[in-house]
């Protein structure tokens, strides 16, 4: 069953399963706390149009995360290394599915 919550970021909302959205906050959470900017992209869902998105994360611009589940999922370590080898790159973090991590 998918759990949705979201990162409100600006203006704009965006929604994410919780065990996704909860990888994705410790990688961002490490580089905005060292004042790191830098891309977050990943793929639309078929309900907006099955293309792709991206946001360019700054340290100044107010963050907010919502879990819609009220239990912390289990980290992945090697899923959280894969999201933060992205973010480091010069393209940005590619917010990609657990399945595709070895």
Known sequence: MCVVGSIEYGNRTVEFDDRILA???IVI???LR???SFLV???D???TGHGRSSIWMHPAI???FKFHG???PSVNP???AELTLSADSSFGMLITSEQTSP
């Open 23 to 25: 990888h994705i906050q």
């Open 29 to 31: 959470v490490r580089k």
């Open 34 to 36: 060292r004042g790191e």
């Open 41 to 43: 992209s990943w793929k």
């Open 45 to 47: 869902a078929s309900e």
């Open 62 to 64: 107010p963050l907010y």
């Open 70 to 72: 009220g239990r912390s």
């Open 78 to 80: 090697v899923w959280l």
